[in-house]
């Protein structure tokens, strides 16, 4: 029977919650950010990639250069035989986006270099072309000293470092430290925000009850401890009912928005450098798109394991932190009063959230990255910011261990609060007075 | 049926209620009086089960107070609410489901009791849109739902309009003809002479009168009685029958309140008067409820 109306709190928490508009647009529109926000570094990281093409007239008035600016995807040079000045004034109509003017110089001062053009080259493009002339200018001194076109093809190398993890049975994986960080930020984030805003969805509801009066009513029909079990597991069902739609919308909207956003020419040619990108053989496709390299890590790292062991910690850490909050919102009569008891409980989430998606992605092994990892406090967030980087199975353990005896000390702690809370109005209370409820008999 | 003895409860450093014990017999109306923090909410949340007793035993039909009991009880507490953003209908079946009864159950009596108090086409509405009567209509109606033997109403018609009032009473005076036990805890005495057979006053935690309404009343008698007369009678002070207490001229009416002296009747004061006088009225002083909480605070102050 006490099981039934725990079942029955839970059910109208539940229901309560996924049945508001907020909850629907938000579970709707979190995806659509989330795959516009993905859509766009993918466009942007493309565009990048085969980037915007600058078409540039070369005026050469250089007798010593022989050779020949080549042109690129992006730079694209037409040599031609007017003089500077007619190029100037033609600009507009011409049909070149720039024009870049070479005056004679020795080919040891190179000076007095023009790139013109009605709107003022920005730095990569500036960048771009003086690393092209650098190069023809060095290519022309080699050839003077005596080599062949042979043997400067020789001497082009692009070097990529492709960095390993060798696991315990001592193969190596393809691993890549941008993959783990930005798996190690998204989790890192996404634990902060659910923790926070359903822990506070916890406190809201108690101090939704305790301000409409019907704790009263609710109270003389179940134990306090069942509506505080009842309002923290149902209020947790919201949150991974909207996590797993989050994660199946996203998915969904992503590859839609994808396709619109990128265009079939441009998929293919993304493919095709992912599928160079994942053989070692071709590092400058490598080099010139991370995505790819960072796709192709993340199929190597287990995402299985990384979303389980993430449900695992969210549940730990909410119920962890929910049930401070609920011994917070029984506490008070209304939400303003709250901020002298959320600081501190807000102070380690905060503390956690900072040091992981510092100390812990720049150190993720050493022992401060342990010891967050292990106190309840910041471990749900610690770990999952860890774990991307390889986590050794006793560790994970141990810290799943500690968070399970944390959130059963917490919520045994906060529901002795919570039942002497809820039934008192009208009085400001602070920590004495909440350390005494705790000692009330009941 | 209910049978608290000898109660303590202690917070901190104030006893709110102390060896404090009362019978509420089966049936009946029973009236909870006392100041406001005088200790009856602390004895209603014990009884009810929302908190325990430091020292003392609460029996119910005989039986100790258990869990079990939760289920017999409807309580009505004077800081009541509803949830705001829930709708009526679903909102009284969540709370009837949560007193044990099965969804068809609670649907029919919510319907039967909607249609009885008039607000069958709450069911939708949610609270935000009704007034503070209405929800009290409502609150009433969960509390009563489950048909339990005993109901408890804190302060029950604080903030209803006379005529809401008027229909809740004949509720609850309909509800105990057929058998249910109420208690009825208030600081407002006038509401308790209409309904109440029995009641206990407790004052600074302590219990300081209990009893029928009509026992407690004949003992705070004091043989005054009002007299009306036209014409004249010599009132002295020396006079065998009565004590002159107050003189009131109304035109040609004489309007006297007088105390008996003992072993005196209010026979012997006609016998006296009507030789000389018209009598027009004649009226036994008896205590408001009101007048004996007031004295028996004063008195224990």
Not at chain 1, 295 to 300: C, P, R, T
Request: charge should be neutral; include cysteine.
């Amino acid at each position: 029977m006490s099981t039934n109306k725990t079942l029955l709190i839970i059910e109208r928490e539940y229901m309560s919650r996924v049945k508001k508009k907020s909850f629907i647009v938000m579970t709707l529109l979190g995806p659509v950010i989330i795959a516009l926000f993905y859509g766009l570094i993918i466009y942007f990281s493309i565009q990048g990639v085969t980037g915007t093409s600058n078409k540039i007239a070369v005026v050469n008035d250089n007798k010593t250069i022989t050779e020949r600016l080549k042109s690129t995807k992006n730079t694209q040079y037409e040599y031609v035989s007017k003089p500077i000045e007619d190029m100037k004034k033609s600009v507009k109509t011409s049909g070149y986006d720039y024009i870049l003017y070479i005056p004679e110089f020795p080919l040891d001062k190179p000076e007095g270099i023009q790139l013109l053009g009605e709107k003022q080259a920005g730095l990569s493009l500036s960048g771009k072309v003086s690393d092209h002339i650098e190069e023809m200018i060095r290519n022309q001194k080699l050839k003077e000293s005596g080599l062949k076109q042979t043997d400067l093809d020789n001497l082009k190398s692009s070097v990529d470092i492709s960095t390993k993890k060798i696991n315990e049975t001592g193969a190596d994986e393809d691993s890549s430290a941008g993959a783990s960080t930005i798996i190690a930020y998204v989790a890192g984030i996404l634990m902060f925000m659910f923790i926070m805003l359903y822990g506070i969805q916890v406190m809201r509801g108690v101090i939704e009850e305790k301000t409409s009066r019907i704790i009263e009513v609710m109270i003389s029909s179940v134990k306090p401890f069942q509506l505080m079990l009842g309002k923290i597991v149902g209020i947790a069902l919201v949150g991974l009912t909207q996590f797993v739609l989050w994660i199946v919308l996203t998915f969904a909207i992503s590859t839609a928005v994808v396709k619109i956003f990128v265009s079939d020419k441009d998929m293919k040619q993304t493919t095709m450098v992912q599928n160079d990108g994942s053989s070692v053989s071709t590092p400058a496709a490598a080099q010139d798109n991370p995505i790819g390299d960072i796709q192709k890590s993340m199929a190597n790292l287990n995402v299985g394991k990384i979303v389980v062991v993430f449900l695992f910690f969210f549940i730990g850490g909410y119920l962890f932190y929910s049930a401070l909050y609920a011994a917070i919102g029984s506490a008070v009569d209304n939400e303003t009063e709250t901020q002298q008891f959320m600081m501190p409980v807000m102070m380690p989430l905060f503390l956690g959230y900072a040091l992981s998606l510092s100390v812990v992605t720049n150190d993720p092994y050493g022992s401060i990255a342990f010891w967050l990892s292990m106190i309840p406090f910041t471990s749900p967030i610690a770990m999952m910011v860890r774990l991307p980087y390889g986590v050794p199975d006793w560790q994970l353990a141990l810290s799943m261990f500690i968070l399970v005896a944390g959130f059963i000390v917490t919520v045994w702690v906060a529901s002795k609060i919570y039942r002497v809370g809820i039934l008192m109005y009208g009085k400001k209370t602070n920590f004495k007075e909440m350390v005494k409820w705790f000692t009330y008999k009941n | 049926m209910l049978s608290v003895r000898n109660i303590v409860k202690q917070y901190a450093s104030h006893r709110a209620l102390d060896e404090v014990s009362l019978e509420v017999p089966e049936g009946k109306i029973f009236g909870l009086l006392g100041p406001n923090g005088a200790g009856k909410t602390s004895l209603i949340r014990i009884i009810t089960q929302i908190t325990g007793p430091d020292s003392g035993e609460v029996f119910f039909n005989g039986q100790r107070l258990n869990a079990n009991h939760i289920a017999q009880i409807g309580y009505l507490p004077e800081e009541r609410g509803l949830y705001k953003k829930m709708e009526i209908g679903e909102q009284v079946l969540y709370l009837a489901k949560l007193k044990g009864l099965s969804t068809p159950e609670a649907t029919k009596r919510i319907k039967y009791w909607f249609e009885k108090l008039e607000m069958q086409d709450w069911w939708n509405k949610k609270v935000e849109d009704l007034s503070k009567g209405m929800q009290q209509k409502v609150q009433f109606v969960a509390t009563v739902l489950h048909q339990p033997e005993l109901i408890i109403l804190d302060e029950p018609f604080s903030g209803f309009d006379p005529v809401n009032a008027d229909i809740i009473k004949n509720e609850i005076l309909e509800l105990n003809k057929k058998g249910a036990t109420f208690i009825f805890s208030t600081h407002r005495m006038e509401s308790v002479e209409e309904l109440c057979d029995h009641i206990a006053l407790i004052h600074h935690s302590k219990k300081i009168l209990d009893g029928s309404v009509g026992d407690i009343k004949s003992t705070y008698r004091s043989n005054t009685y009002w007299v009306e007369y036209e014409g004249q009678y010599n009132l002295n002070q020396g006079d065998p029958i009565f004590a002159v207490l107050d003189t009131q001229q109304l035109g040609n009416t004489t309007r006297i309140k007088i105390q008996l002296r003992p072993g005196q009747t209010a026979n012997q004061v006609l016998i006296a008067l009507l030789p000389h006088v018209s009598i027009q009225r004649l009226d036994e002083v008896i205590p408001t409820m009101n007048d004996i909480f007031i004295d028996k605070v004063k008195n224990v102050n």
